[in-house]
């Protein structure tokens, strides 16, 4: 007689046997497992919904509907170009000329618009992005008045110079009326280690600002050259926008930083006070009577902006790279170092 033995699930030995194990409905780790998929899931329908609701609420907005005063940031380094990888809900980054451009052009042709406040946050970076910026600002028909935070050095002031009136506060750091380019040299360190660039030119000066030789008596006077000239157009901005005469902008623009109460005392600056200062005092050049309401012209994120910025952020190391990649090159720069 032919006898059939039939093995239990619980009794399963082997590969088959925890397979039958695992699959069971009852088992502790696929239901651990599924837990895991379920809130990953809800998770992230939660921020695709906060992300739809964001977007949907600032189409809705509509900018504003009675005569306000627009409020434009230029608020980190200062670099050429529309950016796009700044956090849309922590703010870093850096300040785009192009996009700023763009908002103070928005801000011009707007109707309710009767004034602009550049808040101003920022120690300078870019010549080209800087002057971007700052002959935008000379071109506006209504009133500009800088809003100086925390720090506007440099290219910082460079950008307010143009402004009809600029405020600061008693601790702004300012001035820093300069330029500046710098060059690492590693030519030590790599006949340490034994490295020898090999250079192909088909100049003497082609290879400028290689970091692996000294520079030459020549280049250093053509490296001088282009500084002085973005030093003059400096002094002309500053003498323009503040009625100076430009002997007494070179006294005080040797590149020193100040205050706000020095550079008040310098006629850098027309008045102290704070943001709010400055848009009651906007709204009273643009005509508003009262408490003026403000519209913020800011580079709106996409969805994936808004997801994606949810759970990362630029790290530090991120941010200095940002700024190392920005003057590659040997950028010219309005900076305060």
Same mark, same amino acid.
């Given at each position: 007689?032919?006898?059939?033995?039939?093995?239990?699930?619980?009794?399963?030995?082997?590969?088959?046997?925890?397979?039958?194990?695992?699959?069971?409905?009852?088992?502790?780790?696929?239901?651990?497992?599924?837990?895991?998929?379920?809130?990953?899931?809800?998770?992230?329908?939660?921020?695709?919904?906060?992300?739809?609701?964001?977007?949907?609420?600032?189409?809705?907005?509509?900018?504003?509907?009675?005569?306000?005063?627009?409020?434009?940031?230029i608020e980190g380094t200062i670099l050429p170009g529309k950016g796009g990888n700044s956090n849309p809900l922590t703010g870093s980054g850096g300040a785009y000329?192009?996009?700023?451009?763009?908002?103070?052009?928005?801000?011009?042709?707007?109707?309710?618009?009767?004034?602009?406040?550049?808040?101003?946050?920022?120690?300078?970076?870019?010549?080209?992005?800087?002057? #971007?910026?700052?002959?935008?600002?000379? $071109? @506006?028909?209504?009133?500009?008045?800088? %809003?100086?935070?925390?720090?506007? /050095? *440099? +290219?910082?002031?460079?950008?307010?110079a143009p402004a009809d009136e600029i405020w600061a506060s008693p601790h702004t750091l300012t001035c820093s009326i300069g330029v500046i380019i710098e060059l690492?040299?590693?030519?030590?360190?790599?006949?340490?280690?034994?490295?020898?660039?090999?250079?192909?030119?088909?100049?003497?000066?082609?290879?400028?600002?290689?970091?692996?030789?000294?520079?030459?008596? #020549?280049?250093?006077?053509?490296?001088? $050259? @282009?500084?002085?000239?973005?030093?003059? %157009?400096?002094?002309?901005?500053? /003498? *323009? +926008?503040?009625?100076l005469a430009e002997e007494r902008v070179r006294e005080i623009a040797d590149g020193r930083v100040c205050t706000g109460q020095q550079a008040l005392a310098l006629?850098?600056?027309?008045?102290?006070?704070?943001?709010?200062?400055?848009?009651?005092?906007?709204?009273?050049?643009?005509?508003?009577?009262?408490?003026?309401?403000?519209?913020?012209?800011?580079?709106?994120?996409?969805?994936?902006?808004?997801?994606?910025?949810?759970?990362?952020?630029?790290?530090?190391?991120?941010?200095?790279?940002?700024?190392?990649? *920005?003057?590659?090159?040997?950028?010219?720069?309005?900076?305060?170092?």
């Open positions: 007689m032919n006898r059939t033995t039939t093995l239990e699930p619980t009794q399963a030995s082997g590969k088959n046997g925890e397979s039958a194990m695992l699959g069971s409905p009852g088992n502790p780790l696929a239901l651990r497992k599924s837990c895991i998929l379920w809130i990953a899931a809800i998770a992230f329908l939660m921020l695709l919904g906060c992300g739809l609701i964001f977007a949907l609420m600032s189409n809705l907005s509509g900018g504003p509907q009675e005569a306000s005063v627009a409020l434009i940031h000329s192009t996009t700023i451009v763009d908002q103070l052009k928005q801000a011009a042709e707007n109707e309710l618009v009767k004034a602009v406040v550049l808040v101003v946050d920022s120690p300078g970076g870019s010549v080209y992005a800087s002057d #971007e910026i700052a002959r935008q600002v000379a $071109a @506006m028909e209504k009133p500009v008045l800088s %809003a100086m935070g925390s720090m506007a /050095a *440099s +290219g910082g002031y460079f950008v307010s690492l040299n590693y030519d030590k360190l790599a006949a340490d280690y034994g490295v020898e660039a090999v250079v192909y030119k088909s100049g003497a000066n082609k290879d400028m600002g290689n970091p692996f030789r000294q520079a030459t008596p #020549e280049e250093e006077q053509i490296w001088q $050259a @282009m500084i002085d000239e973005a030093y003059d %157009a400096f002094v002309t901005v500053v /003498a *323009s +926008g503040r009625d006629k850098l600056v027309d008045k102290l006070g704070y943001l709010p200062d400055v848009i009651k005092r906007a709204g009273e050049l643009g005509g508003i009577e009262g408490d003026p309401p403000t519209i913020e012209y800011q580079q709106q994120p996409g969805l994936w902006d808004l997801l994606t910025s949810a759970v990362t952020h630029r790290t530090l190391g991120e941010e200095i790279q940002q700024l190392i990649d *920005s003057r590659a090159g040997a950028t010219l720069m309005y900076l305060y170092r």
